[in-house]
């Protein structure tokens, strides 16, 4: 007695329907899993840049910022962390005056901002056309994070105002 009569490859039929939509599906979890992993790392280096350059950016008591001093140091920074891919990262930093303290005019308070670019590379099939940046073909969508740090700054002393 033959129960499947006339139902032959049935299985392999809806089999062939469903699991290039079920890998789609899959793939779109996966790749959202590694921009917010890839996130949360540009997050914290941006966070950490930014205190490196607030704490090594003056160079005197109550001096201006240095923003070719800051550089230097994230650049090194960044070469240690991120190895290889460092090259691939875009740092920019800018520094703005944020106020004068008033018992003190010389001494201006300043803050740092460092902005990461990164281009990520997606890593599976199908993604790309949705989760890209433009031009869609190359597969690459450019994470940014922007830190704000306060410059520290000592102060003068009440000798060498």
Known sequence: MKIFHGKRGQVTVELMLVLPVFMLVIFFVL??????????????????????????????????????????????????????????????????NTGVDPMYRKHRHQDVLVTITYPVKLLFPGTSYILADEPRREGIRKIQTTARMPVE?????????
């Not at 607030?54 to 920074?77: E, F, Y």
């Open 31 to 96: 790749e959202y899993g590694n921009l917010a992993y890839r996130t949360l790392v540009l997050n914290h280096a941006s966070y950490e840049f930014a205190r490196i350059a607030a704490l090594t950016g003056v160079d005197a008591p109550s001096g201006p910022a240095n923003r070719t001093t800051m550089m230097q140091k994230i650049d090194q920074s960044k070469r240690k962390v991120f190895g290889r891919e460092a090259e691939r990262l875009s740092v920019q930093i800018k520094v703005e």
């Open 153 to 161: 700054k000592a102060y003068l002393s009440s000798d060498q105002r």
